[in-house]
Antibody, heavy 118, light 110 residues
Framework: EVQLVESGGGLVQPGRSLRLSCAAS????????MHWVRQAPGKGLEWVSG????????GYADSVKGRFTISRDNAKNSLYLQMNSLRAEDTALYYC???????????WGQGTMVTVSS | QSALTQPPSVSGSPGQSVTISCTGT?????????VSWYQQPPGTAPKLMIY???NRPSGVPDRFSGSKSGNTASLTISGLQAEDEADYYC??????????FGGGTKLTVL
């Protein structure tokens, strides 16, 4: 079964750090670019960051540039998001998603919730 | 990286057709055919419905179709069914090598 499972979310104080993980199974992980997409409570989807299959190409939304770092370990079939200097506006459900040659986010996890509050 | 513009809500009766628009700029929708659409029922993860403007993944009913003209992409759902009630989002690649989503449209089946 094709599956993405996010973990690492939780309640964190403003200014602190958190590392999210996304474990992939059921498909050839290094065939795909990977992305993080977030959704604030009651709001729409926001693209956060993406990484190519070999980590050679990485991009970030302006809202997280300089604070978040995306990485992957193809040997462990895992994607990561290191989030530093967290702000209240980073509070959201964070999804990882595959990105195929079809130029779309075709497989999604169920998300992990990050709450930034004092 | 401004969000693409979608109507907040649309509605239709079972069997009818509805169209959801997604307006961007010449830096995203207007320049690339990397436009996709996602369906998100309440409490669930998004599901890919259309990719590259008008292509349907395997398993998506042919009642769902996509198109693009200039800076505006559209999703049309024909033969509306109760199960189509959900939020719908468009997405596009941008000239900044990033991705942008629309604000989302809530579809209500009357």
């Amino acid at each position: 079964e094709v599956q993405l499972v996010e973990s690492g979310g939780g309640l964190v104080q403003p200014g602190r750090s958190l590392r999210l993980s996304c474990a992939a199974s059921g498909f050839t992980f290094d065939d795909y670019a990977m992305h993080w997409v977030r959704q604030a409570p009651g709001k729409g989807l926001e693209w956060v960051s993406g990484i190519s299959w070999n980590s050679g190409s990485i991009g970030y939304a302006d809202s997280v540039k300089g604070r978040f770092t995306i990485s992957r370990d193809n040997a462990k079939n895992s994607l990561y998001l290191q989030m530093n200097s967290l702000r209240a506006e980073d509070t959201a459900l964070y999804y990882c998603a595959t990105h195929s040659a079809a130029h779309a986010f075709d497989i999604w996890g169920q998300g992990t919730m990050v709450t930034v509050s004092s | 990286q401004s969000a693409l513009t979608q109507p907040p809500s649309v509605s239709g009766s079972p069997g009818q057709s509805v169209t959801i628009s997604c307006t961007g700029t010449s830096s995203d929708v207007g320049s690339y055919n990397r436009v996709s659409w996602y369906q998100q029922p309440p409490g669930t993860a998004p599901k890919l419905m259309i990719y590259e403007v008008s292509n349907r993944p395997s398993g998506v009913p042919d009642r769902f179709s996509g198109s693009k003209s200039g800076n505006t992409a559209s999703l049309t759902i024909s033969g509306l069914q109760a199960e189509d009630e959900a939020d719908y989002y468009c997405s596009s690649y941008t000239s900044s090598s990033t991705w942008v989503f629309g604000g989302g449209t809530k579809l209500t089946v009357l």
